[in-house]
């Protein structure tokens, strides 16, 4: 792999000694498909790269709570409203697990707040799309932590020590939130004419908007090359995406609905699953902000936020008290 | 980073940063699991206990804060931790000769 030579992607500056040793070490350690640890010296553009990516996983967690928090006080049963809670709780956490390990790359909690609340920072674009029904609840379970998981997995191997170690502790606790959506489908599935449809319609909704979380086109994706050679990235989106619909495929079968993607097939050929073209003009769309539920979600982060204001004085007043108190005594 | 830059506009910044370490059961060492935020020692274990034990991960707590820790240097690991090679006689791998007797 003689391109990692050039992983800094800044060779054409000229390097102090203590840079030239330091990439000399980070090539070294990425050769050998090792791990790169904070403290460790490592090329500006790979600390860049990894910050984005993280804190967008990151702010895609938290921004990711909305659409199932909706239907929290609607759940149809004491139990579906339990798994609900449980489930948007661990999205809090996977959150802050990412928060704090994009922190060890030196970018601080309150800026990548702020980044996020100003509008700069991106997140999913899958969370843009509102939740109109229980069944949504079951789809998005299955197709969206689904394609989460397909995604995040390889991710436990990247190059970045704490991301990595971040991902195998969240792809833990994802496995369930799959399977409550599917089960949710499931039962809507043995059910009425009426709930089988509406089970029906979420995942037409949501299938190819959970196809396109795993980006665009590798031939469009211009990170995808060095992120690759860094170890980030261990998979082509593409590749991905077409391994996740070959499991949803068969899965859906259980369920006794469709797919609604008439181009669907398995390729012997080239063992690959074909799927239909999707709308990357739409995806962009909303990507930047015009999606179906963008200014929405973005509302309702700021006002948490402020509406959270008073409990974080009180802590901090409470701290300051504390320790006052201690200096006396 | 001192207590009073906690500010009082609602803001977190300067809550200082918590290692946490779990202990996942009785007869185990407390394990790294993660840091977080918190404006004090006591709230940084109960965030920790909804943050990291949500599954039963644990039976016991560590926080300490982040600054407080103190690194090796990771330049100069090769220094640090060179005194252990070339002695092999440290590991009972390197006594071959009485391989074979039992309970050795
Ligand atoms: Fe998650
Ligand atoms: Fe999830």
Known sequence: ?329 | MTMSNTSNNGSSAGWPLWEVFVRSSRGLSHVHAGSLHAPDAEMAVRNARDLYTRRNEGVSLWVVRSEDILTSDPDAKDAMFESPKGKDYRHATYYTKSEGVKHL
């Open chain 1, 1 to 329: 792999m003689a391109e990692q030579t050039t992983s800094g992607g800044h060779l054409s500056a000229v390097l102090s000694p203590e840079d030239e040793a330091g990439q000399q070490r980070f090539d070294a350690i990425i050769e050998q498909d090792s791990r790169i640890e904070p403290r460790d010296w490592m090329p500006e553009a790979y600390r860049k790269s990894l910050t984005r990516q993280m804190s967008q996983h990151a702010h895609s967690e938290i921004i990711g709570m909305q659409p199932e928090a909706n239907w929290i006080t609607r759940a149809p049963s004491l139990k579906r409203k339990s798994i609900l809670i449980a489930k948007v709780q661990d999205e809090a956490g996977h959150g802050l697990y990412l928060y704090s390990s994009t922190e060890t790359l030196g970018t601080d909690r309150d800026t990548l707040n702020d980044q996020l609340m100003s509008g700069r920072a991106k997140y999913s674009s899958i969370f843009n799309y509102p939740a109109r029904t229980w069944a949504d609840m079951g789809a998005i379970g299955w197709l969206v932590d689904g394609a989460a998981i397909a995604n995040q997995v390889p991710l436990c191997r990247a190059s970045y020590g704490p991301y990595g170690r971040a991902m195998v502790r969240i792809c833990k606790e994802e496995s369930f939130h799959q399977r409550q959506g599917f089960e949710i489908l499931l039962e809507l599935a043995n059910g009425t004419e009426a709930q089988k449809k509406m089970a029906q319609d979420a995942i037409d909704r949501f299938y190819a908007p959970a196809l396109m979380m795993f980006g665009p086109s590798d031939n469009d994706s211009p990170n995808s090359k060095q992120s690759m050679a860094w170890n980030v990235k261990r998979f082509s989106n593409d590749d991905l995406r077409q391994r996740f619909v070959g499991m949803i495929a068969e899965q859906v079968k259980v369920l006794g609905l469709t797919l609604p993607d008439p181009e669907l097939r398995y390729d012997e050929e080239t063992g690959q699953w074909i799927h239909m073209e999707l709308d990357w003009d739409e995806f962009n769309r909303v990507i930047k902000g015009g999606g179906p539920c963008n200014s929405q979600r973005m509302a309702r982060r700021r006002e948490a936020h402020e509406e959270g204001a008073w409990v974080r004085e009180a802590a901090s007043a409470y701290a300051r008290k504390q320790q006052m108190k201690e200096q006396v005594a």
